[in-house]
Protein backbone atom coordinates (compact mmCIF):
# COMPACT_ATOMS: atom_id res chain seq x y z
CA UNK A 1 0.00 0.00 0.00
CA UNK A 2 1.39 3.80 -0.78
CA UNK A 3 2.57 5.80 2.01
CA UNK A 4 1.06 9.32 1.81
CA UNK A 5 -2.10 7.26 0.58
CA UNK A 6 -4.30 9.49 -1.53
CA UNK A 7 -7.34 8.91 0.20
CA UNK A 8 -6.20 9.65 3.47
CA UNK A 9 -5.03 12.99 1.64
CA UNK A 10 -8.30 13.37 0.72
CA UNK A 11 -10.17 13.05 3.97
CA UNK A 12 -10.19 15.39 7.31
CA UNK A 13 -7.40 14.47 9.82
CA UNK A 14 -7.90 14.72 13.57
CA UNK A 15 -5.37 15.43 16.22
CA UNK A 16 -5.78 15.34 19.45
CA UNK A 17 -3.80 17.75 22.13
CA UNK A 18 -3.02 19.94 19.11
CA UNK A 19 -2.48 23.31 21.34
CA UNK A 20 1.12 22.57 21.81
CA UNK A 21 4.15 19.99 21.46
CA UNK A 22 3.67 17.38 19.89
CA UNK A 23 0.78 17.72 18.91
CA UNK A 24 0.65 20.80 17.22
CA UNK A 25 3.84 19.69 15.34
CA UNK A 26 1.87 16.80 13.68
CA UNK A 27 -1.11 19.28 12.85
CA UNK A 28 1.31 21.24 11.14
CA UNK A 29 2.81 18.32 9.22
CA UNK A 30 -0.42 17.01 8.57
CA UNK A 31 -1.70 20.38 7.50
CA UNK A 32 1.59 21.14 5.05
CA UNK A 33 0.81 17.98 3.17
CA UNK A 34 -2.58 19.49 2.44
CA UNK A 35 -4.72 17.87 4.68
CA UNK A 36 -7.36 19.43 6.30
CA UNK A 37 -6.89 19.05 9.92
CA UNK A 38 -9.31 19.57 12.85
CA UNK A 39 -7.34 20.41 16.06
CA UNK A 40 -8.44 19.41 19.98
CA UNK A 41 -7.13 20.66 22.65
CA UNK A 42 -8.11 22.50 26.14
CA UNK A 43 -6.18 25.55 25.35
CA UNK A 44 -7.80 28.39 23.29
CA UNK A 45 -4.61 29.97 23.40
CA UNK A 46 -2.46 27.12 22.01
CA UNK A 47 -5.36 26.43 19.64
CA UNK A 48 -4.68 30.05 18.15
CA UNK A 49 -0.98 29.90 18.09
CA UNK A 50 -1.04 26.66 16.09
CA UNK A 51 -3.85 27.90 13.62
CA UNK A 52 -1.96 31.00 13.24
CA UNK A 53 0.77 28.79 11.85
CA UNK A 54 -1.00 26.43 10.12
CA UNK A 55 -2.98 28.65 8.39
CA UNK A 56 -6.46 27.65 6.69
CA UNK A 57 -6.18 24.15 6.50
CA UNK A 58 -6.20 24.28 10.26
CA UNK A 59 -9.64 23.93 12.19
CA UNK A 60 -9.02 24.75 16.24
CA UNK A 61 -11.82 23.29 17.88
CA UNK A 62 -11.73 23.15 22.46
CA UNK A 63 -12.48 20.19 23.13
CA UNK A 64 -11.39 18.03 26.55
CA UNK A 65 -11.26 14.76 25.75
CA UNK A 66 -12.19 13.53 29.29
CA UNK A 67 -15.47 15.11 28.69
CA UNK A 68 -16.93 12.43 26.83
CA UNK A 69 -19.98 14.84 25.94
CA UNK A 70 -17.87 17.00 24.59
CA UNK A 71 -16.38 14.44 22.51
CA UNK A 72 -19.29 13.29 20.48
CA UNK A 73 -20.39 17.06 20.14
CA UNK A 74 -17.31 18.10 18.12
CA UNK A 75 -17.08 14.96 15.97
CA UNK A 76 -20.96 15.70 15.11
CA UNK A 77 -20.02 19.29 14.28
CA UNK A 78 -17.35 18.26 12.44
CA UNK A 79 -18.49 15.59 10.81
CA UNK A 80 -21.48 18.22 9.65
CA UNK A 81 -18.87 21.20 8.86
CA UNK A 82 -15.85 19.73 7.43
CA UNK A 83 -16.84 15.62 6.76
CA UNK A 84 -16.34 12.79 8.56
CA UNK A 85 -12.85 12.16 9.68
CA UNK A 86 -10.64 9.56 7.47
CA UNK A 87 -7.77 10.17 10.08
CA UNK A 88 -7.18 10.44 14.15
CA UNK A 89 -3.95 10.77 15.75
CA UNK A 90 -4.64 10.50 19.65
CA UNK A 91 -1.89 12.12 21.13
CA UNK A 92 -3.91 13.95 24.20
CA UNK A 93 -2.30 13.02 27.38
CA UNK A 94 -1.35 14.66 31.05
CA UNK A 95 1.37 13.29 33.05
CA UNK A 96 1.34 15.07 36.49
CA UNK A 97 4.53 13.85 38.27
CA UNK A 98 2.74 13.11 41.20
CA UNK A 99 3.76 10.62 44.16
CA UNK A 100 1.32 7.74 44.30
CA UNK A 101 1.17 7.82 48.21
CA UNK A 102 0.07 11.83 47.15
CA UNK A 103 -2.80 10.13 45.08
CA UNK A 104 -6.42 10.36 45.52
CA UNK A 105 -9.07 7.84 43.79
CA UNK A 106 -10.28 11.08 42.29
CA UNK A 107 -6.97 12.88 41.11
CA UNK A 108 -5.84 9.17 39.47
CA UNK A 109 -8.78 8.88 37.56
CA UNK A 110 -8.57 12.20 36.10
CA UNK A 111 -5.14 11.44 34.18
CA UNK A 112 -6.95 8.14 33.41
CA UNK A 113 -9.70 9.91 31.80
CA UNK A 114 -7.07 11.70 29.85
CA UNK A 115 -4.74 9.38 28.76
CA UNK A 116 -6.97 6.04 27.98
CA UNK A 117 -10.57 7.88 27.81
CA UNK A 118 -9.70 10.14 25.23
CA UNK A 119 -8.32 7.21 23.07
CA UNK A 120 -11.40 5.17 23.55
CA UNK A 121 -13.79 8.50 23.32
CA UNK A 122 -12.20 9.76 20.29
CA UNK A 123 -11.62 6.71 18.65
CA UNK A 124 -15.09 6.07 19.17
CA UNK A 125 -16.42 9.06 17.53
CA UNK A 126 -14.18 8.81 14.75
CA UNK A 127 -15.33 5.14 13.87
CA UNK A 128 -18.53 6.00 13.27
CA UNK A 129 -17.51 7.53 9.56
CA UNK A 130 -15.15 4.75 9.41
CA UNK A 131 -17.01 2.15 10.11
CA UNK A 132 -19.52 3.74 7.81
CA UNK A 133 -16.84 4.01 5.06
CA UNK A 134 -15.11 0.43 5.75
CA UNK A 135 -11.96 2.83 5.70
CA UNK A 136 -10.06 4.59 8.16
CA UNK A 137 -6.90 5.49 9.81
CA UNK A 138 -5.99 5.64 13.77
CA UNK A 139 -2.65 5.98 15.34
CA UNK A 140 -2.29 6.17 19.41
CA UNK A 141 0.44 7.86 20.61
CA UNK A 142 2.06 5.57 22.89
CA UNK A 143 5.06 4.87 25.50
CA UNK A 144 6.49 1.93 27.20
CA UNK A 145 5.91 3.44 30.82
CA UNK A 146 3.78 0.66 31.47
CA UNK A 147 6.95 -1.86 31.41
CA UNK A 148 9.10 0.19 33.36
CA UNK A 149 7.55 2.78 35.27
CA UNK A 150 9.83 6.07 36.78
CA UNK A 151 9.09 7.21 40.03
CA UNK A 152 6.04 9.72 40.82
CA UNK A 153 4.33 8.33 37.81
CA UNK A 154 1.93 5.99 38.67
CA UNK A 155 -1.21 7.22 37.19
CA UNK A 156 0.22 7.76 33.72
CA UNK A 157 2.07 4.71 33.35
CA UNK A 158 -1.34 3.04 33.95
CA UNK A 159 -3.38 4.72 31.99
CA UNK A 160 -0.62 4.79 29.07
CA UNK A 161 -0.09 0.91 29.71
CA UNK A 162 -3.86 0.67 28.87
CA UNK A 163 -4.32 3.10 26.15
CA UNK A 164 -1.52 0.08 24.43
CA UNK A 165 -3.84 -2.68 25.86
CA UNK A 166 -6.98 -0.55 24.66
CA UNK A 167 -5.49 -0.31 20.85
CA UNK A 168 -5.06 -4.21 20.87
CA UNK A 169 -8.07 -5.23 21.86
CA UNK A 170 -9.42 -2.49 19.22
CA UNK A 171 -7.56 -4.48 16.53
CA UNK A 172 -9.37 -7.68 17.70
CA UNK A 173 -12.78 -6.28 17.69
CA UNK A 174 -12.52 -4.78 14.56
CA UNK A 175 -9.30 -5.84 12.39
CA UNK A 176 -10.90 -9.41 10.50
CA UNK A 177 -13.86 -6.86 9.76
CA UNK A 178 -12.95 -3.81 8.53
CA UNK A 179 -9.03 -4.36 7.43
CA UNK A 180 -9.04 -1.09 5.72
CA UNK A 181 -9.50 0.58 8.84
CA UNK A 182 -5.56 0.73 9.70
CA UNK A 183 -4.77 0.94 13.46
CA UNK A 184 -1.17 0.73 15.62
CA UNK A 185 0.59 2.37 18.18
CA UNK A 186 3.92 5.04 17.46
CA UNK A 187 5.88 5.99 19.84
CA UNK A 188 7.33 9.57 19.36
CA UNK A 189 10.84 9.25 21.69
CA UNK A 190 12.33 10.88 24.56
CA UNK A 191 11.17 14.62 23.68
CA UNK A 192 12.27 17.89 24.50
CA UNK A 193 8.69 19.22 26.30
CA UNK A 194 6.93 19.88 28.89
CA UNK A 195 6.14 16.16 29.40
CA UNK A 196 9.54 14.76 28.09
CA UNK A 197 13.34 15.57 28.90
CA UNK A 198 15.22 18.52 28.48
CA UNK A 199 17.73 17.31 25.93
CA UNK A 200 15.44 15.05 23.96
CA UNK A 201 14.09 15.52 20.32
CA UNK A 202 12.39 18.18 19.20
CA UNK A 203 8.91 17.82 18.66
CA UNK A 204 9.01 19.09 15.20
CA UNK A 205 11.79 15.90 14.45
CA UNK A 206 9.87 13.28 15.64
CA UNK A 207 6.84 14.29 14.21
CA UNK A 208 8.41 14.17 10.65
CA UNK A 209 8.21 10.27 11.75
CA UNK A 210 4.38 10.61 13.17
CA UNK A 211 3.23 12.17 9.94
CA UNK A 212 4.58 9.53 7.88
CA UNK A 213 3.00 6.67 10.02
CA UNK A 214 -0.27 8.35 10.18
CA UNK A 215 -0.57 8.42 6.12
CA UNK A 216 0.90 5.32 5.67
CA UNK A 217 -1.93 2.86 5.08
CA UNK A 218 -1.45 -1.08 5.05
CA UNK A 219 -3.10 -3.67 6.51
CA UNK A 220 -0.12 -4.95 7.32
CA UNK A 221 0.47 -2.36 10.24
CA UNK A 222 -2.28 -3.10 12.17
CA UNK A 223 -1.46 -4.11 15.48
CA UNK A 224 2.36 -2.78 15.08
CA UNK A 225 4.27 -0.94 16.92
CA UNK A 226 6.61 1.91 15.95
CA UNK A 227 9.26 3.84 17.94
CA UNK A 228 10.39 6.86 16.35
CA UNK A 229 11.39 5.60 13.05
CA UNK A 230 11.51 2.06 13.33
CA UNK A 231 9.02 -0.46 14.21
CA UNK A 232 8.84 -2.87 17.21
CA UNK A 233 9.29 -6.54 16.45
CA UNK A 234 7.15 -8.31 18.84
CA UNK A 235 9.12 -11.01 20.82
CA UNK A 236 10.04 -14.07 19.28
CA UNK A 237 9.76 -17.46 21.55
CA UNK A 238 12.36 -20.32 21.55
CA UNK A 239 10.37 -22.52 18.56
CA UNK A 240 10.38 -19.47 16.29
CA UNK A 241 14.22 -18.13 16.96
CA UNK A 242 15.05 -22.21 15.95
CA UNK A 243 12.87 -22.49 13.05
CA UNK A 244 14.28 -18.31 12.24
CA UNK A 245 17.98 -19.86 12.18
CA UNK A 246 17.69 -23.35 10.24
CA UNK A 247 15.66 -21.40 7.62
CA UNK A 248 18.20 -18.92 7.63
CA UNK A 249 15.63 -16.42 7.88
CA UNK A 250 16.18 -13.16 9.74
CA UNK A 251 13.08 -10.59 10.63
CA UNK A 252 13.53 -6.91 9.58
CA UNK A 253 11.73 -4.08 11.02
CA UNK A 254 9.95 -1.77 9.01
CA UNK A 255 11.34 1.60 8.90
CA UNK A 256 9.42 5.30 7.70
Not at 22 to 36: D, E, I, N, P, S
Not at 134 to 145: C, E, L, P, S, Y
Not at 150 to 164: D, E
Request: glycine content about 10%; overall charge positive.
Amino acid sequence: MARNDQRLLEKVAVVTGAGDGLGRALALGLCAKGLHVVGLSRSVKGLAKTAELAGETFTPMQVDVSDFAAVKTAFARMTLEHGGPGLLINNAAVYPRRDLLEETPGSFMQTVNVNLGGVMACSHAALQTMLRDGFGRIVNVATFADLHPLPASAAYSVSKGAARIYTRALVADIGDRFPDIVVNDWMPGMLATRMGIPDGLTPEESARWGVEMALWHDPALTGSTFEMGAEVLPPRGLKGKVKDLMLLRRQKPRLL
